[in-house]
Structure formats: C-alpha cells, structure tokens
Nanobody, 128 residues
Framework: QVQLEESGGGLVQAGGSLRLSCAASGRTVTNYAMGWFRQAPGKEREFVSGISRSGGDTDYANSVKGRFAISRDNAKNTVYLQMINLKTEDTAVYYC?????????????????????WGQGTQVTVSS
C-alpha cells in the first residue's frame, strides 16, 4: 500500500545543486529504511544513498560521497536527497525506495533487492 513519489528533478548545469524529495503515502516512512538509486540510459540501476530507519546511519556511493546528502523528515513523511556540485555523470532517473524495518534494525540497505517499494523516478539531467 505504500506509495512513493519522487519530485525535484530537472535540468541543471554542472556545478549546480538540486534537492530531490520522496513523499510517501499510504504509510509513514517512520518504520522504513529508505534509499535512493539511479539509472542512466543503457546502464543498470545503481545505489546512490541510503538511510536507516532511525536516520542515525547513512551510506553513499563513492561517486557521490561528499556531494550528496540524504535526510529524512518524518513529520513531513518525506525523504530528501540534497545534491551539490552536480556533474554530467549524475544524469539519470533517480528512484526512491523503501524497506520495512523493525525498531531494532539500524541497517542501511545498499542493494536494490533489499527494497520492496519503489517510486516511479524523477529525471535529473546535468548539462555541461
């Protein structure tokens, strides 16, 4: 029943910034580990960032470390991906994902098959 809807994508110039949002409906995100993945044309879906159920742990792909930041705002039932210093290679469709987690589960999920729920994606295009 949980539905995820990404927003905030668009066209930006290299070096610019963008903030993606993932709004949940049907369920709150409180009990879910969340993640962001991306898929460029002709390439497989790749992990970008993840955040644990509590928000206490995060993880990032090496390619985005130091430039992207994942956060969650349970009051708004939304997860964010703040992206700065964008590069052309960041161009992809970005997907939000959720995986139910118990209160004792502090893991960050980094594999796509660990997630059960996915949004439809939002396009991010970085121009040179």
């Amino acid at each position: 029943q949980v539905q995820l809807e990404e927003s905030g994508g668009g066209l930006v110039q290299a070096g610019g910034s963008l903030r993606l949002s993932c709004a949940a409906s049907g369920r709150t995100v409180t009990n879910y580990a969340m993640g962001w993945f991306r898929q460029a044309p002709g390439k497989e879906r790749e992990f970008v960032s993840g955040i644990s159920r509590s928000g206490g742990d995060t993880d990032y792909a090496n390619s985005v470390k130091g430039r992207f930041a994942i956060s969650r705002d349970n009051a708004k039932n939304t997860v964010y991906l703040q992206m700065i210093n964008l590069k052309t290679e960041d161009t992809a469709v970005y997907y939000c994902a959720a995986d139910w987690a118990s209160a004792l589960d502090y893991r960050v999920r980094v594999a796509s098959n660990e997630y059960d729920y996915w949004g439809q994606g939002t396009q991010v295009t970085v121009s040179s």
